[in-house]
């Protein structure tokens, strides 16, 4: 794994932490920065900022939260007054089970109790619901754009079409299976096959967890998210079992239930609009 700041487009950097193997974006302007994502407690949002000096300390003028999952988000208010971008259901999502994900993830890992205990959650204050355009100091524009469901009903992706870089948060994950269990298997895979289009030959491809890439990747991604399909559509109409769905799948065993069941629960109509 690559450590410190690694420059992956003009003025353009990405550093990997090893907490939950995490992508942090930064975007330089003239004299500002732009941040994609918060990470998990204050503590670690504040690692980011001392982490910055390596850039030449820029002020950090945007935020933005590629979705409303607490790894992504829960360190807004550190950043403050800087305005905090997202899609609207990102902002209503970490409203409505922001405490859930934090007592959740102090549950799951004891040794942030006492950090997840300080944070105040802190919504993106600058939404929208297709797409938006925010122009940095420099007249730098940074494009951000809602292309469907799939990892949430939030996911957003992030894209410096001057540098070839496109932030595709948690719609992709290189290293390890994507998390289904807020997701919408059946939606997933258009939403990346609109990603896919997004994504040049030399575009760098920047998944929310895992190295980054590039087109290949996706198009690797996206061959998963369809088997999901695929398979549930399978399950739901009596021609497979869930057991015999699972193994239909690019995904280690252990990992391939979830999304299934998940999927099958969406052609069944439980998990709502």
């Given amino acids: 794994m690559a450590t410190g700041w690694v420059e992956i487009g003009e003025r353009v950097f990405v550093r990997r932490y090893a907490f939950f193997d995490q992508n942090i974006v930064v975007v330089l302007g003239h004299e500002e920065a732009l941040v994609l994502d918060t990470r998990t407690t204050a503590r670690q949002a504040r690692e980011i900022l001392d982490d910055l000096r390596e850039l030449g300390s820029p002020v950090v003028g945007i935020v933005v939260n590629s979705h409303g999952h607490s790894d992504h988000a829960v360190g807004n208010s550190v950043f403050r007054p800087a305005p905090i ?3 609207e259901r990102a902002a209503e999502m970490i409203r409505r089970t922001g405490d859930r994900q934090r007592d959740g993830v102090s549950a799951a890992i004891p040794d942030l109790a006492a950090d997840l205990a300080e944070v105040v959650l802190d919504p993106p204050d600058r ?46 994950e ?10 919408f298997p059946m939606d997933w895979p258009a ?27 996706v198009e690797s991604q996206l061959v998963g998210f369809r088997a999901v399909a695929d398979a549930a559509r399978r399950v739901h109409a009596g021609e497979a079992t869930v057991e015999e769905a699972v193994a239909l799948l690019p995904y280690p065993a252990a990992d391939a239930l979830e999304p299934i069941r998940r999927a099958v629960a969406q052609l069944r109509g439980e998990l709502g609009d």
């Avoid at 951000?144 to 469901?149: M, N, P």
């Avoid at 290189?174 to 997701?183: E, K």
């Fill in 174 to 183: 290189n290293g390890a299976t994507p998390f289904y269990g807020d997701g």
């Fill in 85 to 87: 971008w997202g899609h």
């Fill in 191 to 217: 939403t990346a096959e609109a990603l896919l289009a997004m994504t040049g030959e030399r575009t760098v491809v920047v998944p929310g967890h895992g190295d980054h890439d590039g087109r290949a990747f």
């Fill in 127 to 172: 939404t929208f619901r297709e797409r938006a355009t925010i122009c940095m100091d420099d007249g730098r524009e940074v494009q951000l754009a809602y292309l469907g469901r799939g990892h949430t009903d939030n996911d957003i992706v992030l894209q410096v079409a001057d540098a070839d870089v496109l932030c595709a948060g948690d719609l992709l």
